[in-house]
């Protein structure tokens, strides 16, 4: 199984609608689907969603680097050296959506060749996951709207609210219809995406304290050393580190700062294998986690789930796995369904990916 090529092929669908939060909005999903071909004929594949105002990487940076960086660094090289391709992608800083599609798609090789799902071989825990549904800006009406329709169409109850705007009331008024309407047996939690300041955000948590919020993600920036460990000492809730935990370093640090009281794991910026670091450190510590998702497409939402329903922690919680939801079209030849506010693992050997030629010829941004 020795890789013979690397394929970094940028496409871009659109979503229905702007998907708005404090740290920027999504109106076309500018994506990268990620091929590693071996010479026994087996493909392994992944997809890397750019983040420019996260991670600083875009859908051209992220093809350069694989084109002209890592491919030839992992050529020859077979799909069970993940250790020694790491060793040679970490020599360049940065770039983790790119490293994690990479390392994705190495396990769907190795799950094509042993035959076996990719979730069975990273721990097989079971074969769904809850699935979380993320509620981006809109006046509250809306929101709420938003929030009734999944519910009634696919039996989603838990609802990651995007909050950071500025009066902060507004959000707030927005968390509190959103309770009114949805009942107690829902589970809500709000995400900040750093768009707030510490006091900000205390007060915000006051005014929310008699709404029953599962998690408290990112309210303020992490770079606000002594104002988030201010804050997260207060929060009434776990306070989740997102945007700040982009290697299991970074969660070490957060951590033992005070800075953060659980940790979102996606796979889109830690692969599988760097993830699996993430959560055994967490296990360790005895700190929750969460399945974020980073906005992907239908491909990227396998690689959660497969990942998520792996492992009991991970499963413990709803995942982040509805945002294709929101995507006009994707590559894949059978669209994923979520049923019951559950998302099923594909069957099959590897990650079960299997892409529509045709879709991927018409959305396809390098011909």
């Given at each position: 199984m020795k890789i013979v090529r690397v394929e970094a092929i940028p496409f871009a669908i659109p979503y229905a609608k702007p998907l708005r939060f404090a740290s920027g909005e999504m109106r076309?999903?500018?994506?990268?689907?990620?091929?590693?071909?071996?010479?026994?004929?087996?493909?392994?594949?992944?997809?890397?969603?750019?983040?420019?105002?996260?991670?600083?990487?875009?859908?051209?940076?992220?093809?350069?680097?694989?084109?002209?960086?890592?491919a030839s660094q992992i050529l020859g090289l077979t799909a069970l050296e993940r250790e020694v391709v790491h060793e040679r992608l970490d020599r360049t800083v940065g770039n983790p959506a790119a490293k994690s599609?990479?390392?994705?798609?190495l396990w769907d090789i190795v799950g094509q060749a042993a035959?076996?799902?990719?979730?069975?071989?990273?721990?097989?825990?079971?074969?769904?996951?809850?699935?979380?549904?993320?509620?981006?800006?809109?006046?509250?009406a809306e929101m709420v709207a938003e929030a009734e329709r999944i519910r009634d169409l696919h039996g989603?109850?838990?609802?990651?609210?995007?909050?950071?705007?500025?009066?902060?009331?507004?959000?707030?008024?927005?968390?509190?219809?959103?309770?009114?309407?949805?009942?107690?047996?829902?589970?809500?939690?709000?995400?900040?995406?750093?768009?707030?300041?510490?006091?900000?955000?205390?007060?915000?948590?006051?005014?929310?304290?008699?709404?029953?919020?599962?998690?408290?993600?990112?309210?303020?920036?992490?770079?606000?050393?002594?104002?988030?460990?201010?804050?997260v000492e207060r929060c009434p809730v776990p306070f989740i580190a997102d945007e700040s935990v982009t290697r299991a370093a970074e969660v070490t640090r957060e951590l033992l700062a005070g800075s953060a009281t659980a940790i979102s794991i996606k796979t889109a910026r830690t692969g599988f294998t760097a993830s699996q670091r993430v959560l055994h450190e967490c296990e360790a510590l005895g700190v929750?986690?969460?399945?974020?998702?980073?906005?992907?497409?239908?491909?990227?939402?396998?690689?959660?789930?497969a990942f998520g329903a792996a492992h009991r922690t991970t499963a413990r919680h709803a995942g982040e796995l509805s945002n294709f939801l929101g995507m006009?079209?994707?590559?894949?030849?059978?669209?994923?369904?979520?049923?019951?506010?559950?998302?099923?693992?594909?069957?099959?050997?590897?990650?079960?990916i299997d892409i529509d030629p045709e879709k991927l010829a018409r959305y396809r941004r390098d011909r």
């Open positions: 076309t999903a500018d994506h990268v689907l990620v091929r590693v071909h071996t010479d026994e004929g087996i493909v392994g594949t992944a997809e890397a969603p750019p983040r420019p105002y996260t991670y600083g990487e875009t859908q051209e940076s992220i093809v350069v680097v694989i084109d002209k960086i890592f599609a990479i390392d994705m798609a035959g076996m799902p990719v979730s069975g071989l990273l721990g097989g825990y079971t074969d769904r996951m809850k699935v979380c549904h993320m509620v981006g800006f809109a006046p509250a989603i109850t838990t609802f990651k609210i995007k909050v950071g705007r500025r009066p902060y009331g507004d959000d707030v008024a927005a968390c509190r219809a959103l309770r009114d309407t949805l009942g107690p047996d829902a589970d809500l939690y709000v995400d900040g995406n750093r768009g707030w300041s510490p006091s900000e955000s205390a007060r915000a948590l006051r005014a929310m304290d008699d709404l029953d919020l599962l998690f408290a993600e990112e309210l303020c920036p992490a770079d606000d050393v002594l104002g988030r460990r201010w804050l929750e986690v969460v399945m974020g998702n980073q906005i992907d497409g239908q491909i990227g939402t396998l690689c959660t789930a006009t079209d994707d590559l894949l030849t059978e669209p994923l369904t979520i049923e019951d506010g559950t998302l099923r693992v594909r069957d099959g050997h590897g990650l079960g």
